[in-house]
Structure formats: C-alpha cells, structure tokens
C-alpha cells in the first residue's frame, strides 16, 4: 500500500465519523420539543395549560387531522370552513364518528396563531387543538409534531391551503382499510392516477415529472405522488413513522414513503381532486434543488447505515 494511501484511509475514517456525530445532533434536534410546545391554550380556561397526549395512549377519537401552517392567515379559514362543514355533518350522520383537527403554527410571522384561535374558541379545544411551535421547523417538522400529539385511530395530514376536496378522505378510509395489515397501512392521496381531477401549471407538470423521475431511482418505487400533502396513517403506522422521520422540510414525504416501504407496510395510492391554490410558499426553483438534495441525503444515510431503522429505540423512548 502506498504512502498515500496510508494517509487516506484514516482522513476518510475521520470524516465519516465527523460525518456521523453531525447527523446524530442534527437527528437530536429534530426529536428536541421547546418549552410550552407539547401543550396548548384552552380559550375557556386561558389561566392554565394543558398537556397534548401522546401516539402511545389509546386512541380517543376516531379521527385526528393535522393541520401544518405557516404564514397562513389568508388560505386557513377557507380550509377549515370546508374541513369544518363536512366532518360536522359526518358527526351529526354518525354519531361513531368523531374527529379533531390540531392546527400546528410553524413559527409563522402573520396571525396564523390568532386566525386558528378564534376557530379554536368557536368550535372548543375538543375540536380544535393548536399547537404553537417556538420557531419555524418546516412543514414535516410541523406534521411529525402534531402527528404525535394526536388521538385518531386514523390521522390525516392535509394542507391548510384546502388544495385537496376534504371529503374525498372518505376514498382514502375505505382504500387504507382495505389493505392495512396488523393495524399498519397507508393511503395515499395521488394527483397523478387517471382518475384525478388535477388543475396543474405546464411549468409545475414538469417539476413535478422531473422529481418523480429522481425519487423513483433514489428512495421510493410505485409510487406515483409522494409530494400530495393529503394522506392517511393508521396510529400505529403514524406512530413508528413519525417516531423514525429525520427530514423536516419539503422531501420528508419521501422519507416516510421509503420508511414504509423499507418495514413492508401497506401503502394504497387514491386519485383525489385537486387545484393548484395561490400563496404557494414554495419556489419552483430553488426548492427543487432543495428537495433533490434531501433525496441524495435520504438514500446515502441509509445505505451507510447512518440513519438507522431502529425501531427498538422507538420501543425505548415510548
């Protein structure tokens, strides 16, 4: 062996584990909950708070959904006008159906906060919880948060721009419970099977393409959408999903579908109807770029065994 290498092979071993402790705080952080973050403000009672439960207690609700918003003051209310309309009348046709929304504030600047909490004061925290994050962790950081505090046999993640038809939820219930196994299973929203009704910008078609392309050889096979923000999660699944996530901002979709996927859960695609809304926080470009490096990110660090399926930690902590 030459003398180059001799000093190479000690300088890579360097890095990897220069590499590795990085990635641990950076996996620390993301499990990190900040003071008055796991509890929220009764409206009623506004002298004291109240602890959120957590995925290890049994469920309480039939059905929680989470709400992650961020500089939403303006798309919020029409979201929940809709949500609101069809999960009362549900409830009020189906007296087995109850329901929860948590609204998570992603640090936002504007009054999301305040907009959330006249709903909240509406409606009461039986039916409305928000939960307040101390600074802007990006829209997986915010669902993973409010996932975990949730009482749902089922959970559903969903925009607050109201992008998706709320009660298409009812084509998602019935395909999740047709494949979930031992209380695992996901379903899906898609925008892209040939049963959507899908309003799409040329320029958005062809992002949208050109991720599905990368995704598709990096992290995630069959899948047509992982990036829908409308989908559901038995608790159980939630629970060891969310629990393992490590992504926080716009690829953690990917993670969660290539976690699923690496522990053989069930996963179920559903056409839904869908409409581009405007006030979209994303750039097309640079957040792009973004997302492409979160899937390079996601692929090395399991197949280095950096990120690990740990599902014993979970067991652990819980």
Known sequence: MSLWWLLLVPLIALLIGSLRHYLAKEAQASRLWFPNEQSYVDPHNASSRVEFPSLTDSPAVYLSVIIPAYNE???????????????????SRDTSFTYELIIVDDGSKDETAQV????????????????KLA?????????KRGMLCARGKYLLMVDADGATKF??????????????????????????LKDTNV??????????????????????????????G?????????????????????????????????????IIEIGVNWNEIEGSKIDPFWDSLKMARDLVKIRLMYVLSIWKLDISRIARDA
């Not at 509406?122 to 919880?129: D, Q, W």
């Not at 600074?135 to 669902?143: E, I, L, S, T």
């Not at 419970?177 to 892209?192: K, P």
């Open 199 to 228: 309003k799409k910008s040329l320029f958005r078609n062809l992002l949208t393409w050109g991720f599905h392309f990368i995704t598709e050889f990096l992290c995630v096979r069959g899948v047509n959408d992982t990036q829908c």
């Open 73 to 91: 003051e303006k798309r919020l209310p029409l979201m929940l006008d809709e949500a609101l309309a069809y999960l009362s009348g549900r409830a």
């Open 116 to 131: 959330a909490m006249r709903y909240v004061q509406r409606e009461t925290v039986s039916k409305i919880r928000l939960l």
């Open 230 to 266: 409308f989908k559901l999660f038995t608790r159980q699944s939630a629970f060891l999903l969310f629990n393992l996530l490590h992504i926080e901002r716009w690829a953690f979709d990917v993670e969660l579908l290539f976690l699923a996927q690496s522990l053989n859960m069930p």
């Open 167 to 192: 009660s298409d939820i009812e084509k998602l219930e019935k395909g999740l419970q047709d494949v979930q196994t031992n209380g695992m299973g996901i379903a899906v929203g898609s925008r892209h």
């Open 135 to 143: 600074q802007n962790r990006g829209k997986g950081g915010a669902v």
